[in-house]
């Protein structure tokens, strides 16, 4: 934080800290001078979010995320099928898995839809409820195999039941949704970046870069229409081989003025809402114990190949046996030069792992707000049930991490998670949702401080950018700062939650934003 009221910026970077008798002294062609009203911080950068197929879905498809029963979510569908036409796909996100107890069916539609297309995504975005129609048209037959441990459910007659689980199933559903064109895509993704940037947000992680992701960023940023910095890490697919290691190699050379891709990312489980995580121990289903790679050695030897090139790695790894397997894979890697290593979500993991981050220099990347906002204090939830008493409450061990020295960064994995940071921010601190003061607290010992959270958004992600000096505010630093009303660290987590963004600076360029409130933007 500094108490500066101007910057004098020179070729991007902070040439000078101070007061009025900086208009003076600097003004010359080469530096511009920024006068401020309000208190700066460092830019605060989400580590961890999904910004082209998130847009592109809020754009096109129902918000599912205030739907709880299913007697709301069939009048939700049925408006929805009144608006856009009975021949048309009805797609949707945010789906509660917790309203079908226990037992997810897509043949529900039927019952009130019959011949419908309808296609929901999961709120952890990593399976799809389909309807029968979607079922019959797309000839899927639930005998189909994939490269990775995706998988289509079926019954005990083996006729498949709607419930298709992780990426490579998905796509068989996904790539025949519409497309659209590069314009309008382009729209969708500027909405929601730049509510994003009039939280307070100076740059994202973009931990995808799948079509239209390449058209869509080159667009916005030919028009010179980004409003914050975006870093793109391609999916590495499970189970591929050195020639497609290849092509996510030869893609780091791609980026523009403000978009850049640097690292990749990959997914060595799924989620354990889903039993597709990979823990020691089966859930009380007797699931969640594979890897979602079949030849997890493959992964092994991917980062390997991707370390020698100096190219980070973000790896996707919720169980306590997928953490372990990535912290091994790594320290055999060793450093990357262009940026630490990263492990993804780690949503319930033992003592034993905690204190191997600070030992290898591994990121610990959290979610607090995927505790806070979709489970439930009281276990009744679906990921609670699965794990258990005992795993539930090792869940999001940000305070314990911290303690083991580990270098925390938080994220929100939009559109999973919330996009404001001041939200996820003070759930990390009050561990519920900031909005809800009766909510009772999920393992309120994992809380974090106001200066723990911030720079868990702010030097954490430097580090893992390859920049350790970088999220900070000094003479020579880059211009990346997010200037808000009042100073957070002397605010309760619950007022920061509205504290306004007075304005942002991205790369030394000031951008205004009236002053908004978290209000405003839901």
């Given at each position: 934080m500094s108490t500066a009221t101007t910057l004098a910026i020179s070729a991007e970077h902070i040439l000078a800290l101070g007061g009025p008798e900086l208009v003076q002294r600097y003004s010359t062609r080469d530096t511009r001078i920024i006068e401020l009203d309000g208190v700066i911080l460092p830019g605060l950068v989400d580590i961890h979010t999904h910004p082209v197929?998130?847009?592109?879905?809020?754009?096109t498809s129902l918000d599912l995320a205030e739907i709880h029963t299913l007697e709301a979510l069939m009048t939700a569908t049925g408006e929805r099928l009144a608006a856009l036409?009975?021949?048309?796909?009805?797609?949707?996100?945010?789906?509660?898995?917790?309203?079908?107890?226990?037992?997810?069916?897509?043949?529900?539609?039927?019952?009130?839809?019959p011949g419908a297309k309808i296609s929901y995504m999961t709120s952890d975005a990593h399976a799809l409820v389909v309807s029968p129609a979607v079922i019959e048209q797309l000839g899927i037959t639930g005998r189909e195999r994939f490269a990775d441990a995706s998988r289509i459910h079926t019954d005990e007659q083996g006729t498949p039941n709607g419930y298709i689980v992780e990426l490579q199933a998905m796509d068989l559903v996904m790539e025949h949704y519409p497309t659209l064109p590069t314009e309008q895509a382009a729209d969708f993704v500027l909405q929601e970046l730049r509510h994003m940037a009039r939280a307070g947000l100076t740059g994202i992680h973009a931990l995808d870069f799948a079509d239209p992701s390449h058209a869509v960023f080159s667009y916005l940023d030919e028009r010179n229409l980004l409003p914050l910095k975006v870093r793109c890490s391609p999916l590495i697919p499970a189970d591929s081989g050195p020639e497609v290691w290849a092509r996510a190699v030869a893609q780091q050379e791609l980026g523009g003025h403000r978009w850049q891709v640097a690292g990749v990312k990959f997914m060595l489980d799924g989620t354990a809402d889903n039993g597709s995580a990979w823990f020691a121990h089966p859930d009380c289903y007797g699931e969640n114990t594979d890897s979602l790679w079949r030849n997890p050695q493959a992964y092994r030897e991917a980062i390997e190949f991707f370390t020698s090139r100096g190219i980070p790695t973000a790896t996707h790894a919720i169980g306590d046996a997928a953490v372990a397997y990535a912290l091994d894979a790594i320290a055999a890697a060793g450093p990357a030069r262009g940026g630490a290593h990263r492990i993804e979500h780690l949503e319930s993991i033992g003592d034993e792992l905690l204190p191997r981050f600070a030992e290898l220099g591994v990121i610990a990347s959290v979610q607090p707000v995927h505790g806070t906002r979709l489970t439930s204090a009281d276990g009744s939830d679906n990921w609670s049930i699965r794990l258990g008493r005992d795993r539930a409450s090792h869940g999001w061990r940000t305070r314990d991490l911290l303690r083991a020295k580990a270098p925390l960064a938080l994220g929100s994995d939009w559109p999973i998670g919330v996009a404001d940071p001041?939200?996820?921010?003070?759930?990390?601190?009050?561990?519920?949702?900031?909005?809800?003061?009766?909510?009772?607290?999920?393992?309120?010992?994992?809380?974090?401080?106001?200066?723990?959270?911030?720079?868990?958004?702010?030097?954490?992600?430097?580090?893992?950018?390859?920049?350790?000096?970088?999220?900070?505010?000094?003479?020579?630093?880059?211009?990346?700062?997010?200037?808000?009303?009042?100073?957070?660290?002397?605010?309760?987590?619950?007022?920061?939650?509205?504290?306004?963004?007075?304005?942002?600076?991205?790369?030394?360029?000031?951008?205004?934003?009236?002053?908004?409130?978290?209000?405003?933007?839901?």
């Open positions: 197929w998130g847009s592109i879905e809020r754009g036409g009975a021949d048309q796909w009805i797609t949707g996100f945010n789906l509660d898995v917790n309203l079908f107890s226990g037992h997810v069916d897509g043949r529900v539609f039927d019952e009130h839809f001041r939200i996820a921010l003070a759930d990390a601190q009050l561990r519920r949702p900031v909005e809800d003061p009766q909510a009772a607290t999920l393992h309120v010992e994992q809380a974090l401080t106001s200066d723990e959270s911030y720079t868990a958004m702010t030097r954490i992600p430097a580090l893992a950018a390859g920049a350790p000096a970088g999220g900070r505010i000094a003479v020579g630093a880059r211009a990346d700062l997010s200037i808000f009303a009042a100073d957070p660290m002397r605010l309760d987590p619950s007022a920061q939650a509205s504290n306004p963004v007075v304005a942002t600076v991205v790369d030394g360029h000031l951008i205004e934003h009236d002053r908004v409130t978290a209000d405003a933007l839901r």
